[in-house]
């Protein structure tokens, strides 16, 4: 029951939302005021479904920069988790073409200027990446969720490089982000959007000035490492934690503490 109630509303905040992106969209050619309702709409997603953040590390970041943030992908919450932990940058998503034909979150993405690539097309693939550096230009950072899809089991796939690719090129840096508990409050394949916290660690940017086009899978390896670093891997049958996540720096709850 408490499920249903919390999908009506759910339902009920995201069709005037992407309206709203929509109609913005037409008229931004960067979308950035379609983005700040995107940050709006994440806002309340995270709180009909009874979400908190714990956020640690925003410290060692800069709003006033561009980065390339690569984070770990466990749920379909982490991209409103992520509008909401990362204040202050206008943030555009690489993800596949299929997700534009995806009813209102589809939409909303293309009106808000976020970059679609067919995976299984090289040139599309190449083609994505040159938006995603025009996009840079306009003063936009970058995520990508370099496993390509979501882990089922909270561990991390392994990284396409089209990422780096692009960090190499235009010589941007890198921040490794890990987010724990995203896969439990909202599993792969399931519906039912459960309360809780996540935490998300956001790590020292990594500089690409010492890597080129031909050494990327060291820079991949590098970042990889550094996100699962601060990853917590529970086996749901025993409970047991198979890495530990490191203390939390400048911790605190995002929706308690701030209203977008």
């Not at 990853?231 to 939390?248: S, W």
Request: positive net charge; hydrophobic residues 45%.
């Amino acid at each position: 029951m408490l499920y249903g109630l919390k999908l009506v509303a759910l339902c009920a905040v995201t069709l005037p939302a992407t309206l709203l992106t929509i109609i913005f969209g037409l008229f931004d050619a960067h979308g950035k005021y379609a983005y700040l309702i995107s940050c709006f709409w994440s806002w309340l997603i995270l709180a009909i479904g009874g979400v908190s953040l714990r956020v640690s590390g925003l410290n060692q970041i800069d709003p006033r920069r561009q980065y390339i943030f690569m984070v770990n992908h466990q749920s379909n919450l982490d991209i409103p988790v992520l509008f909401q932990s990362l204040p202050g940058f206008q943030l555009r998503w690489l993800a596949k073409k299929e997700i534009l034909w995806v009813p209102f979150l589809g939409w909303a993405m293309w009106a808000a200027r976020h970059i679609a690539v067919d995976r299984g097309d090289q040139n599309d693939a190449l083609k994505g990446l040159r938006k995603a550096k025009e996009r840079m230009a306009g003063g936009i950072s970058i995520v990508f969720f370099p496993e390509g899809t979501r882990s089922s089991d909270g561990g991390l796939l392994p990284f396409k490089r089209g990422g780096f690719l692009l960090a190499v090129k235009t010589q941007t840096p890198i921040v490794p982000v890990t987010i724990n508990g995203s896969g439990k409050i909202l599993a792969k394949g399931d519906w039912r959007l459960r309360g809780g916290e996540i935490q998300v660690t956001v790590g020292m940017p990594v500089s690409v000035e010492d890597y080129r086009p031909g050494n990327l899978r060291a820079l991949s390896a590098r970042v990889r490492d550094l996100i699962a670093a601060n990853l917590v891997q529970a086996d749901e049958t025993t409970g047991r934690k198979n890495h530990k996540a490191e203390p939390a720096v400048g911790t605190h709850s995002s929706l308690k503490k701030r209203a977008v």
